[in-house]
């Protein structure tokens, strides 16, 4: 039976996992903005099976790829070539599998952070392992705390530039990785100054987005945040 329309649409949300504890957790942030948006996000188990994945794509309406550890090269067929790579087999294996089913059922997606640098190695693309030793720049990627404030900007394009009504977005970053040659799937929407892809879309789906800032971390206090937030969670209806 389908839900009826009027009803929050279900949002699952990719675990985060802590290695030296062997713990799944979740940072608030990311199901508090979900619920902002008015979804009810449910945080997801890492181990499935391809029967469970099946089952859960097909109960929820969209799902949030959230970030997190360094997606592994092997995913993109390379090694580790810095020595900076802090990955996570368990989340590498979970999201290939419900990234997969989800896009085969046309679900609604949006990533954040790790979540646009595995939708881009899932579907072909590469990866900057370490933007510091591999792509130099003014731009420091990985600011310090305070985590909601904005320290740099990306222009915007496409379908993102339409919803937010202009040309340039302050933005925060939490990142050392980012895209090197985008998949020929995605569609960029946002560049940073200094040419590293900020966020990027699937045309031909019902929604496909991810971004490379943490808009879970301002949405509290910048529309713009919340804006996305509100739309993907409009397209899981």
């Given at each position: 039976m389908k839900r009826s329309f009027n009803k929050a649409p279900l949002i699952g949300v990719t675990p985060l996992w802590d290695a030296a504890r062997q713990s799944v957790w979740m940072l608030p942030d990311y199901l508090d903005g979900i619920k902002a948006a008015g979804g009810i996000p449910v945080?997801?188990?890492?181990?499935?099976?391809?029967?469970?994945?099946?089952?859960?794509?097909e109960t929820c309406d969209g799902f949030l790829f959230t970030g997190g550890q360094d997606v592994s090269p092997a995913l993109y067929g390379m090694k580790d070539a810095t020595g900076t790579i802090v990955s996570s087999p368990e989340r590498d294996k979970l999201e290939s599998l419900l990234l997969s089913k989800a896009l085969e059922a046309d679900k609604p997606i949006l990533g954040i952070c790790r979540g646009l640098q595995f939708i881009n190695a899932?579907?072909?693309?590469?990866?900057?392992?370490?933007?510091?030793?591999?792509?130099?720049?003014e731009i420091v990627h990985r600011q310090g705390k305070p985590y909601g404030v904005p320290t740099h900007q990306v222009a915007l394009s496409?379908?993102?530039?339409?919803?937010?009504?202009?040309?340039?977005?302050?933005?925060n970053t939490l990142h050392h990785q980012a895209i090197k040659d985008l998949c020929s799937g995605l569609t960029p929407m946002a560049v940073a100054p200094d040419g590293i892809i900020e966020a990027a879309q699937m045309v031909g789906k019902r929604f496909v987005w991810a971004v490379q800032w943490h808009p879970?971390?301002?949405?509290?206090?910048?529309?713009?945040?919340?804006?996305?937030f509100s739309c993907f969670v409009e397209h899981c209806k």
């Open positions: 945080v997801l188990p890492l181990d499935l099976s391809d029967e469970d994945a099946e089952r859960i794509v899932f579907m072909g693309g590469t990866l900057w392992q370490d933007l510091p030793s591999q792509h130099p720049s496409g379908d993102l530039q339409t919803l937010l009504g202009k040309d340039v977005l302050d933005v879970e971390y301002l949405f509290r206090t910048d529309k713009d945040s919340l804006a996305i």
